[in-house]
């Protein structure tokens, strides 16, 4: 039987895929935990349909992201954080701590996507990596000042 993967099924194939399964399994597996549906025409149909909305957003998406790391790449940042003695930090810098500040400056930046070169525990700066994108990102630098 062909069937329409809804979601990515290991050792089978990735979403919206279509592929010949034995009828229990689909039936008995797929069918029930909505993994799939039969490969009907209408179902193609709405598959390929879905397949262009989404392309089209991921085209959105990538164009968002490049134009942002045009703005920001290369910029450098300002974080003031809590010192004691000798410019030592309450605490390291973190990634949450970065996303706050860009998004203090107007730039939107999930947290998952700063990758910090190297744990930041006293007052100077580091090399950031923001991940925009599964295919753009760029670099800043963040410096630490006393607060």
Same mark, same amino acid.
């Given at each position: 039987m062909k069937v329409v993967l809804l979601e990515d099924?290991?050792?089978l194939g990735k979403k919206n895929d279509v592929v010949e399964v034995s009828d229990g399994y689909a039936r008995n597996f797929l069918f029930k935990r909505n993994l799939a549906?039969?490969?009907t025409g209408g179902n193609l149909n709405d598959v390929r349909l879905k397949q262009g909305s989404v392309k089209a957003k991921e085209d959105r998406e990538l164009a968002e992201? %490049?134009?942002?790391?045009?703005?920001i790449g290369g910029r450098r940042f300002t974080i003031r954080k809590k010192t004691?003695?000798?410019g030592r930090l309450y605490g390291a810098l973190t990634a949450m701590d970065v996303a706050d500040s860009l998004s203090a400056e107007g730039f939107n930046i999930d947290k998952r996507g700063v990758n910090l070169k190297q744990n930041l525990k006293n007052v100077g700066q580091t090399d950031v990596t923001l %991940?925009?994108?599964t295919e753009v990102s760029c670099e800043i630098v963040i410096e630490v000042v006393s607060a």
């Open positions: 099924v290991k050792k549906i039969e490969a992201a %490049k134009e942002l790391a045009a703005l004691g003695e000798g %991940k925009l994108h």
